[in-house]
């Protein structure tokens, strides 16, 4: 038997991460391999993510470029992201067998289906979460939302559609990619994995407001995953958790 199959595996050793992609591999004769990545390279994809951000902000003002306007914005929101997923599929291909085996990128119709599916499931929930804080803490929105209904032309098309597909995309190759299959290779219950990345997820947002709603989000995106074994279902629900918000920056010039 091989140790690699996730079926001999019991959560916490083996294969860190994709079982389904794993097990395709096996049944096609690949060599697979276990990755020696882990929770260091979680940390640097995380604070890189910070230190890039606030980097490439200040260095856009002494310049006199507005990171909350304009290309500007574009900038600040798209560049750390070369940090957020482009360390996770670097080191994925470094030290691994490739982003599409280590963090199950590869899946087949049924899990992007369930993961459109999930997504619906969080719009209502994140709908009803925002009824109960409005009551506490009254009004409020997405930040993304609030800078980018301020864009015009170009600028608001670019970003709405880096708020629909961009985003959902890299956050999900870094906390339920990367970040999941750390914490399970390091021989923590994937149960607490959903809850630790759905943690982390909500406070890299630095919406406070937005904190148990953002929460709830992320633990339905990583029950996904550990379900399905694959981080393509939780992008699929991803984005259609933020299509409706997308919808809203792009057409709020005639909304307005």
Same mark, same amino acid.
């Given at each position: 038997?091989?140790?690699?199959?996730?079926?001999?595996?019991?959560?916490?050793?083996?294969?860190?991460?994709?079982?389904?992609?794993?097990?395709?591999?096996?049944?096609?004769?690949?060599?697979?391999?276990?990755?020696?990545?882990?929770?260091g390279?979680?940390?640097?994809?995380?604070?890189?993510?910070?230190?890039?951000?606030?980097?490439?902000?200040?260095?856009?003002m002494?310049?006199?470029?507005?990171?909350?306007?304009?290309?500007?914005?574009?900038?600040?929101?798209?560049?750390?992201?070369l940090?957020?997923?482009?360390?996770?599929?670097?080191?994925?291909?470094?030290?691994?067998?490739?982003?599409? #085996?280590? &963090? !199950?990128?590869?899946?087949?119709?049924?899990?992007?289906?369930?993961?459109? =599916? @999930?997504?619906? +499931?969080? *719009?209502?929930?994140?709908?009803?979460l925002?009824?109960?804080?409005?009551k506490?803490?009254g009004?409020?929105n997405?930040?993304?939302?609030?800078?980018?209904?301020?864009?015009?032309?170009?600028?608001?098309?670019?970003?709405?559609?880096?708020?629909?597909?961009?985003?959902?995309?890299?956050?999900?190759?870094?906390?339920?990619? #990367?970040? &999941? !299959?750390?914490l399970?290779?390091?021989?923590?219950a994937?149960r607490?994995? =959903? @809850?630790?990345? +759905?943690? *982390?997820?909500?406070?890299?947002?630095?919406?406070?407001?937005?904190?148990?709603?953002?929460?709830?989000?992320?633990?339905?995106?990583?029950?996904?995953?550990?379900?399905?074994?694959?981080t393509?279902?939780?992008?699929?629900?991803?984005i259609?958790?933020?299509?409706?918000?997308?919808?809203?920056?792009?057409?709020?010039?005639?909304?307005?």
């Amino acid at each position: 038997m091989n140790p690699l199959d996730p079926q001999n595996s019991d959560g916490a050793s083996g294969y860190p991460g994709a079982p389904w992609a794993v097990r395709r591999a096996l049944a096609r004769g690949d060599q697979v391999k276990i990755p020696t990545w882990g929770m260091g390279d979680a940390v640097i994809t995380l604070l890189g993510y910070g230190v890039v951000g606030f980097s490439v902000s200040l260095l856009l003002m002494s310049q006199n470029v507005d990171p909350q306007n304009g290309w500007g914005l574009v900038i600040a929101f798209g560049s750390p992201w070369l940090l957020l997923a482009g360390w996770p599929i670097f080191i994925a291909i470094k030290k691994g067998n490739g982003p599409k #085996l280590d &963090y !199950g990128l590869a899946a087949p119709r049924t899990h992007l289906r369930l993961g459109a =599916v @999930v997504g619906l +499931a969080s *719009i209502a929930v994140a709908g009803l979460l925002a009824l109960v804080i409005q009551k506490i803490t009254g009004p409020f929105n997405s930040a993304a939302a609030e800078v980018g209904m301020n864009q015009t032309g170009a600028v608001l098309i670019v970003f709405a559609l880096m708020a629909m597909f961009g985003a959902p995309i890299v956050e999900e190759i870094a906390f339920r990619g #990367l970040l &999941y !299959g750390a914490l399970v290779k390091a021989h923590i219950a994937e149960r607490w994995v =959903v @809850v630790i990345t +759905a943690g *982390i997820f909500a406070l890299i947002h630095f919406e406070p407001q937005r904190f148990l709603l953002l929460f709830a989000i992320g633990l339905l995106f990583g029950e996904l995953r550990r379900r399905t074994g694959s981080t393509s279902a939780a992008i699929m629900a991803h984005i259609v958790n933020n299509t409706p918000g997308a919808l809203v920056i792009l057409f709020s010039p005639f909304i307005g």
